[in-house]
């Protein structure tokens, strides 16, 4: 059983910054990818950005250059710092963690983004 916890949403002008966490614990396998997808209202969720284990990364054409990933493999936590924020950018963010070897995906509960023009 993994459980993925988010914190760090909120409400920002447009323009302004917010960094998300997302922690993983219990069964975490060694090979995993974890990132952020996100689901605005009325719409599809949608992939923001993901990292492997080794660091690599990549991200949705919407978000590349204004929001940066980054994760920490000993504290098992994923992190999202999202610049130049715009009122498109308003969602519900949720982390996923990828098991690589089984396809899992687990999920977190999501957090609340809010961006005003």
């Known amino acids: 059983q993994v459980r993925l916890v988010e914190s760090g949403g909120g409400s920002v002008q447009a323009g302004g910054s917010l960094r998300l966490s997302c922690a993983a614990s219990?069964?975490?396998?060694?090979?995993?990818?974890m990132g952020w997808h996100r689901q605005a209202p009325g719409l599809q969720r949608e992939f923001v950005a993901g990292?492997?284990?080794?660091?690599?990364?990549n991200y949705a054409d919407s978000v590349k250059g204004r929001f940066t990933i980054s994760r920490d493999n000993v504290k098992n936590t994923v992190y999202l710092q999202m610049s130049s924020l715009k009122p498109e950018d308003t969602a519900v963010y949720y982390c996923?963690?990828?098991?690589?070897?089984?396809?899992?995906?687990?999920w977190g509960q999501g957090t609340q983004v809010t961006v005003s023009s």
């Open positions: 219990g069964s975490i396998s060694s090979l995993n990818n």
């Open positions: 996923y963690l990828l098991e690589i070897a089984t396809s899992k995906v687990d």
């Open positions: 990292v492997s284990g080794s660091g690599t990364t």
